[in-house]
Structure formats: structure tokens, C-alpha cells
């Protein structure tokens, strides 16, 4: 087992392009119980800055390659059972390396269902075909076959029964050809070779099934694209073209070169089973193989455009979540409609239904006045301050009602128009109905578009994630894939951003880390009846949320005016001490963590940017929330190798105009000892790890014999040689030494924050 697991991690660091020592400690930590959002958030330093989207990936690779694994074991142990196993076999499906490969080398020790070739083994027809098979018989096959004849040799009964007659020595050959052709089907060489070819020329045809019928799949009426160049969406329409009846698909492959490949490995010379043979591999092809290989193709090929397009749609999904939300403004919600009229819902800054209503100003009513007087009515009670517009039926007319409103408006208003997907399913959903049990399903859809604007987030995770209108084919992929993908979306979306512990429904709640449903309605529950929380650590009081649970949880729980500070950023309490610690060591209060202007380097720069701001965010401070960026770019594109950046930033430092700063710590020497910076104004607060920062790469395949002559002239030059001096100095250093990747690891965290790379 242990030798097993090892194969795995080495495989998934190859794939992913990571270290082993970063996949075995992830993988005992999803093996531990410990969810995604807290591995990547809290166990940084095990995983080596793994990010939330690299770490599921490793998760499913992880269960498919267990899972594979598992096959094997069955696979070698079945054919064993069967007396069938030898070396060869059991190398072969120990080296497969997908669920495809293995099952093609199982093929031929399956249990068959009823067929021409298990007719003809249970006739006793296998010896027969054996000597055809080895082409070294000279007497004449016809004579052989008639001892294959039993016809009179069976009872009355059996004489009627087709699957046991062998009634002339034709009849003998095919049922041999017939298990030959099956054998060869069943080859797994043969299938790996086939389906190689067939990626690599073989091209899809699409035809149109009703020529004189117009549809959206007209440019596919005649249509042909090489496999391996066809693109994931075009794959998805041709397989709604197919699946609407418009279109018939189908694979050109080079038959030629299939058909000599395996008659080469068949056929040893001329002899009289030469002919019958190319017709059984013609036949074992175009009958058995084809339809068989077509199949897999298009289903590989439906996985991987599936694939990314869940890819696509969990992006546009996290895109939509995130969305800033709109704090302390009254929102009223307007979902447009013709016959049965357009929904209002007025809601607070902390979502609370003020008030609802049904207007008619659209056709067929045009009931523009009285629709005009309430708006203006519950505008003016409730003082909204914006209006969110459903974007779907009738909605271009209704944000030509509203615009015309708000001029008549004395007090600051605007629209904004708010995607609507979703908002009918959720209206009519459980959940809908336990929220607002005596509002009429159609108010919902206002109150859902409404809230949407004012917090994105926390409304749309009330929502099948299907029915969020994130891509084109989403009803088109596999169901049970999407809705795990886009579950992993949400529960990223909301772990990034953190969830109020003491606003937050139990919908928004079940996504946290380490909270499923039931905990989440205890959550408001105890809140409820206990009031408002002060501290993460009363999550322990609630029921049924113990130990583990809090520890994966209680990072991602915000407590606005909870009784430490620190109840309110990403740090864990595991981390409070340490924290407040270092806090103390610089000087700081807990106070004085938020709100600040920091200056940064080049927005490239890893030194002067890229490192101190994940530095910042292991230490609770997020980017883009808790503290001003004042960022000096110089030298963009030079990858931080520069100083003018944070040279800019330390004059900002010294003229009061930020309140920190980054740099490099000889060039924060060098400016202290110059005059550039003041001694006793300034110090340092704190160290990012160090890391190599200028290093010679050579490629991958580069010669090794040019790579080490290279790195020994480097390590040669010396700094006392003028002619040496000139370049050294134009980097910066005084000799050259071998080039070390492990403090890397901080810039490959950083780039997974900010996604900047």
C-alpha cells in the first residue's frame, strides 16, 4: 500500500508541477478530515502555499488514481481466479495509467454476454480457430473443419437448436473466424493503437438529418474538423445538434493504415488462410472495433469539453459571487413583466422587507400613472436609495420606466440592472417558502433580485448553482459534475471573503468550512435565543458543532464587534497569541491593524509587491479590504529587478505620505546609512523569508555538458578582475553562487492570492 500511495504522489506532483513532499502533506490532510478552504487558508506552511483551486484538483486526482488502483487489484485478482494470469498481463496493468487502459487489457477475460464468438467457444470451435489463427496447417482447412462438423452427433432437440449445431465445415470456419475477430477486438494493443491514430487523424463529420429544416446547427449541416483540433464548445453543440435530432455524426479514421497495422502483426506470408484472415481483421474492425472506438472518442471527448466548460462556468460563477456588495443602502427590487405585472420589494440595509407591491406600466395594461404613484410613494416612505432591475422579459421597458422616475426624485437615486437567473427557481424553492411564508412566490423574485444587488454572495448560495445562468451548456454537461464543481466555487467564494457569524442565513452559513446544514440552523438558532456572539469560541456551545468542526470553521467566522479585534480578520485562534505577540513586538496595537496606506514597489515586483502582500494576508490583512495600496510603478516588466520603485515608496515613507513601506534590506541599509531615509523615524517592522532573487534557468532538454560550462565561467569571474567588476556590478553582487528554488514557495503563494500570473 505505502509503495502504491508513493506512485500516486509522485504522479499528481508531476501532473500538477509541484514538490511530493507538498502532495503527501495535502493529501494527509484531506485524508485527516480537514476541508480545502482551511488547508489552503491555515495550513500554508505544510502544503507550501498550495492554492484552494490546485488543492481540489489534487483531491480529484487523488480519488481517481485510488480509484484506479482499486480496479487494478479486482482486475489482476479476477483474471487469477480464471487460471489466465501471467507476467506480461500483470505488468501491463500495473503500468495502465487510465480506467480506459485497463478495462481494454480486461476486455478478453470479461464475462461476455451472448455473442458469434461465445456461440462459437460453447460449439467447441476454439481449437479451429487456434489453427487458423497459426497459419502453419498444410492440409486443406475444409478438411480440418468437417471434424468440427457434430450434427450427427447430437439428439434430436439439439438438432434445432442453432447454438450448438455445427452443421457443415463452412459453418465450423466462421464460428472460428467469428472468435478470431473477437479476439482481435479485444486486443488492447490493437484498441491503443486505433484510438491513437483516430485522435491524430481521424476527423468528425456532421451531416444534417433534416436538410430542409432551418435550426442553430445550420453551420454543421456540412461540416468536418480533424479531432484533435476540434474545439471544446463546438463539441457541446454538435452534441445537442445530435442529441435534438438536426445532426448525425460520425468519424472518418485512416482505415487503410488501421487494417495493415493489425494485419501485419497477423498475417505470416501467403498461405490459405491468408484471405479469410484480412477479411476476419476487416470484419473484427468495421463490425466490433469501429463502433466500439467511435464511442470512447466521443465520450473523451465530451469529458474533456465538459470539463472545461465547468471550468468556465465555476469562473463566471466566482466572478458573479464576488461582486462588491452595496452596504447601508434601502434597495427596492423590480422584476419586470408584461400580462401579470411587475414585482416590487423594498428592502433595508440589512435586508429586511419593508414593503412589496404589483405595478402595471408595461403592455397590455400601460398603467404608466399608477404605477408611476406607487413607485414614488414607497421611494419617498422608504427613502431608497437604489433600484435593482431584473434583466430579463420586458426588462428594457421597465428601465425606461424607472429612468423617467427617478427624475421626479428629490433625494440621491439610481438604477443598476442585476442579472435575474435564478431568482424563479429559488422564488418557488423550500427555502423561499420557510423565508417569507406569507409572500406570493411572485414577490420572492423581487425580494432575490433586490437582495442580490445589496450582497451578492449571501443571496446567490440560495441557489441550485445550476440555476445561476453562468454558461451555455451548462444543462448540457454532466449534472453531478457541475453541481460539485460550482459547489466548490461557492464554498471557495465564501470562505475567501468570510462569513458574519451574527447576520448570515443558514444558507450562506451551511458553505462555510467545516458547517453543514444542520449545524448551520443551530447556528442561528443559538443566536437567536442567546443573541448576538462575542467571540468565535461560543461556537462551541452550539449543538453539535465540536472541536474539529470549530477548528476548520472558526477562521472564516467574522464578528464585527466581537470582544477582540481579531474576531473580525482571516487569523485563526489557534494563532491569537502568536499574533498579538508580534503585534506587541512592533509596537502596534490590535487597533492599528486596519485602514492604513502601505506603499508597494513596481505591481510586478516580487520583492517590493508580490511577497509582502501575501506576507500581509498570512497575517490577517487582505488585500483590497483592510488597508490603502500606494503603488509606485517603475520599471514595469523588469520583474522587480530595479530599485526605482522602492525608492519612490521610501521617499513617500519619509514624507509622512504612507504609514509602511517594503524594500530590500540592503537597500533599506544602504538609505538609512545615506541620509535617504531617518534612523530614528523608521525601523523595521517585520522580515518576508528571503528568497534567490536574480538566477540563470536553463531550459528543459538543454545540453548539460553547455549548461555546466556556463555555470563554471560564472563561478570563475571575480569581482577584482576589472573586466569582471563591470557586469557584476551591473547586478549587484560580488560573486556568483549556485541558484537555490526553496524560498520560491513564498512568490508561487502570492501569485495564487492575487492571481497575478
Known amino acids: 500500500m505505502k509503495l502504491t500511495m508513493d506512485k500516486i ?60 488502483e482499486t480496479r487494478k487489484g479486482e482486475i489482476i485478482k479476477s483474471i487469477d481466479e480464471q487460471g489466465k494470469l501471467t507476467d506480461e498481463l500483470t505488468i501491463a496493468i500495473a503500468s495502465a495509467e487510465t480506467l480506459a487502459e485497463v478495462e481494454d487489457l480486461y476486455r478478453p477475460f470479461k464475462q461476455k454476454k451472448k455473442t458469434r464468438a461465445t456461440v462459437a467457444k460453447a460449439k467447441g470451435l476454439e481449437p479451429l480457430a487456434d489453427i487458423i489463427i497459426a497459419q502453419e496447417e498444410k492440409k486443406d482447412i475444409n478438411e480440418i473443419a468437417q471434424e468440427f462438423v457434430n450434427i450427427d452427433n447430437l439428439s434430436d432437440e439439439d438438432k434445432n437448436n442453432k447454438d450448438k449445431v455445427v452443421a457443415t465445415a463452412e459453418d465450423a470456419i466462421q464460428g472460428a473466424l467469428d472468435i478470431i475477430a473477437e479476439n482481435i477486438s479485444d486486443n488492447a494493443k490493437y484498441r491503443k493503437y486505433i484510438k491513437k491514430i483516430c485522435y491524430r487523424e481521424g476527423t468528425i463529420v456532421t451531416k444534417s ?31 445537442r445538434g445530435e442529441a435534438e435530432d438536426f445532426l448525425k455524426v460520425s468519424i472518418e479514421k485512416p482505415t487503410d493504415k488501421i487494417l495493415y497495422y493489425i494485419q501485419k502483426d497477423i498475417i505470416k506470408g501467403k498461405t490459405q488462410f491468408t484471405e479469410m484472415l484480412t477479411n476476419t481483421i476487416e470484419d473484427a474492425f468495421t463490425r466490433l472495433i469501429e463502433p466500439s472506438i467511435d464511442r470512447e472518442i466521443r465520450s473523451d ?28 443602502k434601502t434597495v427596492m427590487g423590480f422584476d419586470p413583466a408584461y400580462r401579470t405585472g411587475c414585482k416590487i420589494a423594498v428592502i433595508d440595509e440589512t435586508g429586511k422587507v419593508l414593503d412589496i407591491a ?131 466555487v461557492v464554498e471557495d ?15 450562506l452559513l451551511s458553505y462555510v468550512s467545516g458547517i453543514n446544514n444542520t449545524i448551520a440552523k443551530n447556528i442561528v438558532k443559538y443566536r437567536d435565543e442567546n443573541g448576538k456572539l462575542k467571540e468565535r469560541k461560543e461556537l462551541l456551545k452550539v449543538p453539535k458543532l465540536g472541536k474539529v468542526a470549530y477548528e476548520q470553521c472558526a477562521g472564516f467566522i467574522r464578528i464585527p464587534d466581537g470582544k477582540n479585534p481579531l474576531e473580525n480578520t482571516a487569523v485563526h485562534p489557534e494563532s491569537y497569541e502568536q499574533t498579538e505577540k508580534l503585534l506587541e513586538l512592533l509596537g502596534f496595537k490590535i487597533e492599528d491593524l486596519k485602514n492604513k496606506t502601505i506603499a508597494f514597489g513596481a505591481i510586478d515586483s516580487p520583492q517590493a509587491r508580490l511577497i509582502p502582500i501575501e506576507f500581509l494576508h498570512q497575517h490577517g490583512l487582505e488585500f483590497g479590504q483592510d488597508y490603502v495600496e500606494k503603488r509606485f510603478d517603475v520599471g514595469v516588466g523588469l520583474h522587480g529587478d530595479h530599485v526605482g520603485g522602492e525608492l519612490d515608496a521610501a521617499n513617500a515613507l519619509k514624507d509622512r505620505q504612507v504609514s509602511a513601506t517594503w524594500m530590500l534590506d540592503f ?91
Open 209 to 239: 438529418a433534416k436538410p430542409d429544416e432551418k435550426s442553430n446547427y445550420e453551420m454543421y449541416y456540412e461540416f468536418a474538423e480533424l479531432v484533435h483540433k476540434l474545439p471544446s464548445h463546438r463539441i457541446l453543440a454538435i452534441n
Open 301 to 328: 471527448l465530451t469529458e474533456k469539453a465538459e470539463e472545461k466548460a465547468i471550468k468556465v462556468f465555476g469562473q463566471n460563477a466566482k466572478q458573479l459571487l464576488l461582486g462588491a456588495p452595496i452596504k447601508g
Open 667 to 757: 537597500n533599506f541599509e544602504r538609505w538609512t546609512k545615506d541620509g535617504t531615509l531617518d534612523p530614528t523615524t523608521v525601523r523595521v517592522l517585520a522580515k518576508t523569508p528571503s528568497f534567490d532573487h536574480c538566477i540563470f534557468s536553463g531550459r528543459v532538454g538543454l545540453d548539460e555538458t553547455k549548461f555546466n560550462a556556463f555555470t563554471e565561467t560564472l563561478f570563475k569571474m571575480d569581482y577584482n578582475n576589472p573586466e569582471h567588476k563591470e557586469m557584476m556590478d551591473l547586478e549587484g553582487l560580488k560573486r556568483w553562487v549556485a541558484g537555490r528554488t526553496k524560498g520560491f514557495a513564498q512568490l508561487q503563494a502570492a501569485n495564487e492570492y492575487l492571481k497575478f500570473f
Open 358 to 488: 404589483t405595478v402595471y406600466p408595461t403592455a397590455p395594461q400601460n398603467d404608466v400613472e399608477g404605477a408611476k404613484k406607487t413607485l414614488l410613494d414607497l421611494i419617498n416612505k422608504d427613502h431608497v436609495d437604489m433600484i435593482a432591475i431584473g434583466n430579463g422579459t420586458a426588462s428594457r421597458e421597465s428601465e425606461m420606466f424607472v429612468s423617467d422616475i427617478i427624475k421626479e426624485v428629490k433625494h440621491d437615486i439610481c438604477y443598476v440592472i442585476v442579472s435575474e437567473a435564478g431568482a424563479s427557481v429559488y422564488s418557488a424553492s423550500k427555502l423561499a417558502t420557510e423565508e417569507y411564508p406569507d409572500i406570493n412566490v411572485s414577490i420572492r423574485g423581487a425580494i432575490s433580485i433586490a437582495r442580490r444587488l445589496q450582497d451578492p454572495l449571501a443571496e446567490l448560495v440560495k441557489i441550485d448553482p445550476k440555476a445561476i445562468g453562468v454558461g451555455q451548456y451548462q444543462h448540457d454537461v454532466n449534472q453531478k459534475k457541475l453541481s460539485e464543481s460550482l459547489t466548490g
Open 9 to 68: 504522489i509522485n504522479k499528481i506532483a508531476e501532473e500538477l508541477n509541484v514538490k511530493n513532499t507538498q502532495v503527501e502533506n495535502a493529501v494527509k490532510l484531506i485524508d485527516e478530515g480537514n476541508t480545502i478552504p482551511f488547508i489552503a487558508r491555515y495550513r500554508k506552511e505544510a502544503t507550501g502555499g498550495l492554492s484552494d483551486e490546485i488543492l481540489r484538483d489534487l483531491g480529484e486526482r487523488l480519488t481517481y488514481l485510488r480509484n484506479l
Open 493 to 507: 467564494s465564501v470562505n475567501k471573503v468570510g462569513v458574519d457569524v451574527n447576520t448570515a442565513t443558514p444558507s
